[in-house]
């Protein structure tokens, strides 16, 4: 009975031991549940990941601690692979800082490493050590590419498609993959018109398959000329991250020329009088009252034989809300029959899009007759030749006369 009572007190003080050490080994522990930057590590990333120390004991320090990331190298480089505390004060939590990058020949799956500690609990050196799990994650991304459309530069109304190819770079299928045309500029959803649907369901993509979208659009009577730009975003149910890639659809104005005036200017006269015989200059007024350049204007005139001179002038470009003129250098004909005669004009341009555009109109002018000329100023011009001649010759005589007299 006394060895019965021997033994078991032998076995208490052995328990008591064992706690004691596993009390000691386990002074600062290592918890599992890790912080990490970024969320999803893929290969090729840099990693930080803090890994929670706590202190067990509310009566003893741990001093000089150092923990230690092991990572296995052939798909992990250590960047930063210790953290060092002088001491570890009685019930805290400190975060050891570790980072490494993930080698671009890791494959998507879980990985072990381990975090080693050691330091010193009074005198006694302790060591311990905590296996931890991590995840190297597939990409899961889509890629927008080749974003292209119809056209550069649309007038409002004019119909366009934009067109891209959503691929998988993920090694495994995306499911659920949702493509949308997104508008960035402020007022863009509102100045174009949606001729299909801005959200396409392209269902599953198999890993490198790419497959195609199209969107139509057109822009509303209501937008404004200018740069407006929009995203073509892709998603799926295990994307962690959006694919998407940006464009712009340049809207120009439509221009309007009127002719806002036709005059014209009789050579050497202030009246409008325009005589059978009169050079005189005509002009047409040009406005562009729209909200787009009208290039290249040129004007043509046509009229019967009542009119000489050159019929075409070359204005050039004109913005808009402002004007130009042509002008054309004209003569009334000596014969031509006097009254009403029609004069055609015809405006022609390119627009934004340099498509051509046209306007014509017409005017009226009048010639009146040429009154027969005065007889009187030929007359006088007679007589004063006569007298200038009758002159020339007495004074010839004079010199004849000198000449004989000075031979005799």
Do not use: W
């Not at 005036?261 to 050079?279: F, M, N, W």
């Not at 004069?343 to 005017?363: A, F, H, M, N, W």
């Amino acid at each position: 009975m006394k060895s019965a009572k021997i033994l078991a007190l032998l076995l208490l003080v052995m328990l008591a031991c064992t706690a004691s050490a596993a009390t000691a080994a386990y002074l600062v522990v290592v918890g599992q549940d890790y912080s990490q930057s970024p969320a999803y590590a893929r290969p090729g990333d840099t990693v930080t990941i803090g890994v929670p120390l706590s202190s067990t004991s509310t009566s003893s320090e741990a001093t000089k601690l150092n923990a230690y990331l092991i990572a296995n190298d052939n798909y992990f480089e250590l960047i930063k692979g210790e953290e060092h505390f002088s001491r570890f004060e009685t019930s805290a939590t400190k975060t050891a800082i570790f980072r490494f990058r993930v080698k671009e020949n890791a494959y998507p799956a879980a990985y072990n490493f381990t975090v080693k500690v050691d330091y010193y609990d009074n005198a006694k050196p302790i060591t311990d050590q905590q296996d931890l799990s991590f995840e190297v994650s597939d990409y899961y991304m889509l890629d927008v590419e080749n974003v292209h459309t119809s056209v550069f530069t649309a007038k409002k109304g004019q119909a366009m498609t934009v067109g891209a190819g959503i691929r998988n770079l993920a090694s495994s299928e995306a499911n659920n993959v949702q493509v949308t045309l997104v508008p960035v500029t402020e007022n863009a959803r509102e100045s174009f018109i949606y001729t299909s649907a801005i959200n396409i369901e392209l269902g599953k993509i198999l890993s490198g398959e790419s497959k195609p979208v199209v969107f139509g659009l057109q822009p509303a009577e209501k937008a404004e000329p200018g740069t407006y730009y929009f995203e073509v975003e892709a998603t799926c149910q295990s994307c962690e991250a959006t694919g998407k890639e940006g464009f712009s659809i340049e809207v120009v104005g439509d221009p309007d020329l009127m002719v806002s005036g036709v005059e014209y200017a009789i050579e050497g006269k202030s009246d409008k009088t325009l005589l059978q015989g009169d050079p005189f200059s005509l002009s047409v007024q040009l406005d562009n009252i729209g909200k787009g350049k009208a290039k290249a204007v040129k004007v043509e005139i046509t009229t019967d034989d009542a009119f000489l001179g050159v019929k075409e002038s070359y204005v050039g470009k004109i913005d808009e809300d402002d004007s130009g003129a042509a002008v054309f250098d004209l003569q009334a004909a000596l014969g031509a029959e006097t009254g009403t005669h029609p004069v055609g004009i015809k405006v022609l341009y390119l627009d934004e899009l340099d498509q051509p555009r046209e306007l014509t109109q017409s005017i009226d002018l009048y010639v009146y007759q040429r009154p027969p000329e005065s007889p009187v100023p030929t007359l006088l011009l007679v007589a004063v030749i006569l007298v200038i001649l009758y002159f020339v010759l007495k004074l010839v005589f004079m010199q004849l006369q000198i000449m004989r007299a000075g031979l005799e």
